[in-house]
């Protein structure tokens, strides 16, 4: 069973400061791999999705990449804005486009002015 | 106008009482998901269906129904709300071609049962 953890739960940084957050998942079979934000109180917005075929994938200030072998994703923010503050949330589908994604539970991030 | 419209946003119910919530996207997406939130848990799966005829059991259905009255509809039924169906639920959806898997998500539904 396909198990995703991020670490740290809640980081905060100051503004300005580029960062890392980071996803695990425990069976490299993966098919792809998501990265979502969500406000409080809000619904998720997709910022980037990574085929198992792909290393990265960049969005503007967003860069995040995969590491099957290694069972690791990562995304990094750089030159971070208070307007970044939000839970970043990192999910898998397995092996193949007909399996549901699983979630990992997200890094809470505070960036200070 | 949202892609992915949940409704009610927020409803505070008794225990007992039969509870739908009902999710309608313009994405012209085939697969629709359910999902719910909790503090600590994260996001769990509900139940998925990826089409009219198609209705699958996610991590968490017990309690829980689900009706796919056309492509663009998805409801979420709890016959009979319990305390600890208190979340918030989300409804997304994907489609199958394209960037397959991408899932967009609706605002969710706030749900407190008393």
């Known amino acids: 069973k396909q198990e995703v953890t991020q670490i740290p739960a809640a980081l905060s940084v100051p503004e300005g400061e580029n960062l890392v957050l980071n996803c695990s998942f425990t069976?490299?079979?993966?098919?792809?791999l998501q990265w979502f934000r969500q406000d409080p109180g809000k619904g998720l917005t997709s910022l980037l999705l990574i085929q198992s075929s792909q290393r990265e994938q960049t969005s503007g200030r967003l860069n995040a990449s995969l590491d099957k072998s290694s069972g690791r994703s990562t995304l990094y923010i750089a030159a971070s804005q208070p307007g970044d503050s939000a839970t970043y949330l990192c999910a898998v589908r397995t092996r193949s486009g007909n399996t549901p994604l699983v979630f990992g539970k997200g890094t809470r991030l505070s960036v200070i002015a | 106008d949202a892609d992915v419209t949940q409704t009610p946003r927020n409803r505070i119910t008794k225990t007992g009482k039969r509870i739908m919530l009902e999710c309608s996207q313009t994405?012209?997406?085939?697969?629709m998901y359910w999902y719910r939130q909790d503090p600590g848990l994260g996001l769990r799966l509900i139940y998925y269906?990826?089409?009219?005829?198609?209705?699958n059991k996610g991590e968490i259905s017990d309690g829980y129904s689900v009706s796919r009255q056309a492509q663009a509809k998805f409801s979420l039924s709890l016959e009979s709300a319990i305390p600890n169906q208190t979340a918030l639920y989300f409804c997304?959806?994907?489609?199958?071609?394209?960037?397959?898997?991408?899932?967009?998500f609706g605002e969710g539904s706030r749900l407190t049962v008393l």
């Open positions: 069976d490299s079979a993966i098919y792809n």
């Open positions: 994405k012209g997406h085939d697969r």
């Open positions: 269906s990826f089409d009219v005829k198609d209705i």
């Open positions: 997304a959806t994907s489609h199958r071609g394209g960037n397959t898997g991408e899932l967009f």
